[in-house]
């Protein structure tokens, strides 16, 4: 008799281990599918800044180009014009064709720099996946 109650409580024992067993897996495998999700989180966050960060530079590159431009061409133009207008008007005319230039430079960098999205969508898609996943385990 004796021998059959330890058999049950052996038992009884093991399957209280093994449940045990589970419970700790499923928390150090959430620990690690977290750990995933914010590793995946940051690199999607670091190539949308990357990104922005090519649209920003784009825009100060349009924006210097723009300064030397209007720099470099506006004697030349300005002393060319002079002999058919009035210096003053020269001056006029060709600084407003380069700032004319910059502009279209610095908005087409405006532009990719509004059509980059920061929120890190790949990552949110499956931490919802992943809130599924443990409610049907659950």
């Known amino acids: 008799m004796q ?3 330890e058999a049950v409580f052996s038992k009884e024992a093991q399957q209280h281990e093994s449940i045990g067993n589970l419970i700790t897996d499923l928390a150090n495998q959430s620990a690690g599918l977290v750990r995933d999700e914010v ?3 940051k ?3 670091s190539e949308k800044i990357t990104s922005l ?9 349009g924006a ?4 030397v431009a209007a720099l470099a061409l506006c004697a030349a133009a300005i002393a060319g014009l002079a002999e058919y207008m009035e210096p003053w008007q020269a001056a006029l005319l060709v600084g407003g064709v380069l700032a004319l230039i910059a502009a279209i430079v610095v908005f087409a960098g405006l532009g990719q720099v509004k059509r980059v999205n920061l929120k890190p969508e ?8 992943d809130k599924e996943w443990l409610k049907e385990i659950t």
């Open 3 to 5: 021998s059959r109650r």
């Open 39 to 41: 590793a995946l989180a």
């Open 43 to 45: 690199q999607e966050v």
């Open 53 to 61: 960060r090519s649209g920003v530079i784009m825009i100060a590159l």
């Open 64 to 67: 210097f180009v723009g300064l």
């Open 122 to 129: 790949v990552t949110i898609k499956t931490l919802e996946e």
